[in-house]
């Protein structure tokens, strides 16, 4: 059974579960010659044959699509990757558990088949970097020297910095967060948590009306999208069975998208529902679990006088804090790089990104050491904290790196691109394309009208495609 008609059968409901489909497409024909061209040697068609020791620091996305490409486009791979995980989460995939379309056994997968034999892999973390010696510390005190190194290490979540918030509390008191995870250890109890958070407001919006809240902190975010698809899913999950809640949706941000079809297009969902109350500027941080009361710092402008000299009103900067009692409540965390990259000379040191990865936003190089190239999340770039952007940066950041190691200068450039798959209800999702320029949506369909096509492409074809494809650096 070929795509097509996967697809036809799952839209027109004749039988086919949403597991099956899933297994199918990975099952396909396609996946299938994928699995056998990855098992193809390391060294097949590799392009160079320069050579250095190259150290790897990830175990996610981004480590292992640079990791695959590397081991194929060098002659002579001379690759040491640092990561505990021998479990793969599929990150995008805790959304869809916690709405109840995939099962948690579909987002985990063994590391192991993607770090070849050859590969020296040291299951432990990074505690220090020292770039300017070209050597970093593991947590468990071994000292590995490199002369070219790939940073792809993440973020880490804060939900410490909330008050009154602790990790343990998550999943209990009606308070969910579909980001839980523990990448090390191979776990991402967010989806499940969040998936009975769906269920237990579904249950308490059959007797009253629930008030729910989101939110979105200023922080990077990694997949930025995310707080909105749960406020979008969660409230289809009750209209579909003509239940209702409150719901607030509370950001730190001025807006629902940074691009103005977007947030147009994100405007005309909210109306759709008729449900959801927009509290912009407002970021938690503080949670009274007990009394159920969330507090979130507003900043806000208010009118002064009118200047005459600039035919203008002053606008004067007010802030206060505003406490909102609520039923149920989803929360985003803050977010940084991981503390070995944030507390070293490799992060920038200032400006709005200090902490991040120090790269060029094109070639992915570090601006200050030249032998060191980043990918993925730690990147301390406008936009691009998605797999997608992780994707379309391993083979700029491969090709830049091998130019270094041949003594080239780096000259292929990353355009920014990034891509947001907004589910703004079971069966629909506006795939918002953009880069460093505006939108870029890589079909002639508009970007901001919700689609089922792209539902049935991110449900069924993307994890698949994902797990074969990307992460042995295939596409």
């Known amino acids: 059974m070929n795509y097509d008609e996967i697809f036809k059968k799952v839209k027109e409901n004749e039988g086919l579960s949403r597991r099956s489909a899933l297994k199918m497409m990975a099952l396909s024909p396609v996946a299938a010659s994928v699995l056998a061209s990855a098992g193809a040697p390391a060294t097949a068609n590799a392009s160079s044959d320069a050579t250095g020791r190259v150290v790897i620091v990830g175990g996610g996305s981004g480590a292992l699509m640079a990791l695959s ?23 995008p995939g805790q959304i869809f558990v916690a709405a109840g379309e995939y099962d948690p056994e579909d987002i985990i997968f063994d590391n192991t088949g993607y770090i070849g034999d050859e590969v020296k892999w040291i299951k432990d973390e990074v505690a220090t970097f020292d770039p300017d010696n070209n050597k970093l510390s593991t947590k468990n005190g071994t000292v590995v020297e ?73 922080t990077p975010l990694k997949c930025g999208g995310a707080p909105q698809k749960i406020l979008y899913l969660s409230d289809d999950f009750l209209k579909r069975d003509k239940l209702t809640a409150e719901f607030t949706f509370a950001t730190a941000g001025e807006k629902l998208f940074g691009l103005p079809e977007i947030d147009a297009a994100l405007h005309k969902v909210q109306d759709g529902y008729g449900n959801i109350t927009n509290k912009f500027a407002h970021e938690l ?52 790089a991981v503390e070995a990259v944030a507390n070293s000379l490799l992060g920038w040191q200032k400006g709005t990104a200090k902490g991040w990865l120090e790269v060029d936003r094109e070639t992915l190089q570090h601006r200050r050491y030249k032998n060191v190239f980043g990918i993925g999340d730690v990147c301390g770039i406008p936009i691009g904290k998605t797999g997608g952007s992780a994707r379309h940066q391993g083979p700029i950041m491969v090709g830049n790196l091998i130019s270094v190691m041949e003594k080239k200068e780096p000259t292929l450039k990353f355009d920014g691109y990034t891509v947001c798959p907004l589910k703004v209800s079971y069966g629909e999702i506006i795939m918002a394309e953009f880069n460093y320029d505006g939108l870029a949506p890589s079909f002639p369909l508009d970007p901001a009208k919700p689609r089922w096509i792209w539902w049935a492409f991110d449900l069924y074809m993307l994890q698949p495609m994902y797990r074969y494809l990307m992460l042995n650096g295939l596409m």
């Open 146 to 218: 490199y002369d070219y190194l790939v940073v792809a290490a993440g973020v880490q979540y804060h939900y410490e910095q909330i008050e009154g918030l602790t990790v343990d509390m998550l999943g209990k008191n009606n308070i969910s967060s579909v980001y839980l995870n523990d990448l090390a250890a191979g776990t991402a109890e967010g989806g499940t948590i969040t998936r009975d958070w769906f269920k237990a407001l579904h249950e308490a919006a059959k007797t009253s009306k629930p008030r729910v809240i989101c939110t979105q902190p200023s």
């Open 69 to 91: 490409r590397l081991r194929r486009a060098l002659s002579k791979p001379d690759i040491t990757i640092i990561a505990p995980n021998e479990k793969h989460v599929y990150q």
């Open 285 to 336: 941080i503080r949670i009274d679990a007990e009394k159920k009361i969330a507090t979130f710092h507003h900043k806000y402008q208010v009118q002064g006088e009118f200047d005459k000299d600039l035919n203008e009103y002053d606008m004067i900067d007010k802030e206060e804090d505003v406490d909102m009692e609520y039923d149920f409540i989803h929360i985003v965390p803050p977010t940084s």
